[in-house]
C-alpha cells in the first residue's frame, strides 16, 4: 500500500492547482479574487480533500469530479479558518506560518473572502458534470448540513457560548463534533456519494469520521500544549492562555491522549468492517493522532 507521505505528495499539488484554477475562473473584483485565493494558497494538510480521495481508494472508483468535490470542502475549511481569525473571534495574527487575511486586506474584506469562499463552493457542487442529478443534491445537502448551523457554525457559536462558563465533557464533544468533525466527516461521505457506495458502507464511513473527527480535535488541543508557534504556523498556548474549555483541561494532558487513541481505535475498528487489510484512511487516520502540527 502506497504509505500516506507518498499519497499526500502525489495528490496534494494536484488539489492546490485545482483550487487556483477555480478561483482563476471566477468573474468577480480582483482584490477580491487575491483575498480569496491568499488563504488558499498559503497551504494547509488538505486533510478533507484527502479523506475524499482516500475513500474513493478504498472502494476502487476514480472520479473525475473528486479533486472538484474535495476543493470546495477545503474552501469552506479556508473560509471558516478567515472569520475565525478575526478580532472579534480568536483575534489571530499569524495562520499557516503567515500574516491571517484580516492583517493583509482588512476586516472587511476579509469577512468578504470568506463569504465568498463558501458560496462559490455550492455553485461549483451545482454545475457538476459528471454526477447525477440526485448525487449533486445529496453532496449540496449534505454540505450545508455540515458546515451551517447545523455543523460547523453551530458549533463555532457553541463554543463562544462555552467561554468563560463551566461546562461538562459531554458539552465539549458536542461543541467539537459540530465545529471541527462535521465537516470533517462530510469529506468522508462525499467520497462514499461519489463511489456510489452502499448503505453498510456509507454507515460505517460516517462512524470513521465521528472518531477521527474527535481525534483531530483532541490532538489540536493536545498541541496547543506541546507545540510551538514555529512548528504550528499560528499563536501556540493560546487556549490555556485564554483558560478556554479543551480536552487537556478536563482530562489532564495524559487523559486527553488516552480519550484520542481511543476515538483513533474505534475509527480503526469501523475502517476493519470495509477492508480486513489496512487502506490509505488507516494512514491519515495515524497521521491525524501523531501530527505536530
Same mark, same amino acid.
Given at each position: ?105 482588512? @476586516? *472587511?474584506? !476579509? %469577512? =468578504? #473572502?470568506?463569504?465568498?469562499?463558501? &458560496? ?68 468522508? @461521505? *462525499?467520497? !462514499? %456519494? =461519489? #463511489?456510489?457506495?452502499?448503505?453498510? &458502507? ?92
Amino acid at each position: 500500500m502506497t504509505s500516506y507521505k507518498n499519497f499526500s505528495e502525489y495528490h496534494i499539488p494536484k488539489i492546490d492547482r485545482r483550487l487556483s484554477e477555480m478561483i482563476k475562473s471566477i468573474e468577480a473584483p480582483t482584490i477580491l479574487k487575491e483575498a480569496m485565493n491568499y488563504s488558499l494558497a498559503a497551504g494547509g494538510k488538505r486533510v478533507r480533500p484527502l479523506f475524499l480521495l482516500a475513500v474513493l481508494d478504498l472502494l476502487k472508483v476514480n472520479h473525475s469530479e473528486a479533486l472538484t468535490v474535495g476543493s470546495t470542502i477545503e474552501m469552506i475549511h479556508t473560509y471558516s479558518l478567515i472569520h475565525d481569525d478575526l478580532p472579534s473571534m480568536d483575534n489571530d495574527d499569524y495562520r499557516r506560518g503567515e500574516l491571517t487575511n484580516h492583517k493583509v486586506y482588512g @476586516e *472587511a474584506l !476579509a %469577512i =468578504l #473572502a470568506g463569504d465568498g469562499l463558501l &458560496t462559490f463552493s455550492f455553485g461549483v457542487l451545482s454545475r457538476l458534470q459528471a454526477v447525477s442529478a440526485e448525487e449533486k443534491l445529496e453532496l449540496i445537502n449534505q454540505m450545508s448540513q455540515a458546515a451551517g448551523a447545523e455543523g460547523m457554525v453551530g458549533g463555532q457559536v457553541l463554543d463562544i457560548e462555552s467561554e468563560s462558563k463551566i461546562i461538562s465533557v459531554e458539552e465539549l464533544e458536542m461543541i467539537h463534533i459540530n465545529k471541527t468533525g462535521a465537516l470533517l466527516t462530510y469529506s468522508i @461521505e *462525499a467520497g !462514499a %456519494i =461519489l #463511489a456510489a457506495a452502499d448503505v453498510q &458502507t456509507k454507515k460505517a464511513l460516517r462512524e470513521f469520521g465521528f472518531h477521527i473527527g474527535l481525534a483531530f480535535q483532541i490532538q489540536d488541543d493536545i498541541l496547543d500544549i506541546e507545540g510551538t508557534t514555529e512548528v504550528l504556523g499560528k499563536t501556540a498556548g493560546k487556549d490555556v492562555a485564554s483558560e478556554k474549555n479543551t480536552y487537556p483541561a478536563f482530562l489532564t494532558l495524559a487523559g486527553a491522549k488516552s480519550k484520542r487513541d481511543w476515538h483513533y481505535n474505534q475509527a480503526i475498528q469501523c475502517l476493519r468492517t470495509i477492508s480486513n487489510e489496512p487502506v490509505m484512511l488507516d494512514e491519515i487516520a495515524a497521521y491525524i493522532i501523531n501530527r505536530n502540527k
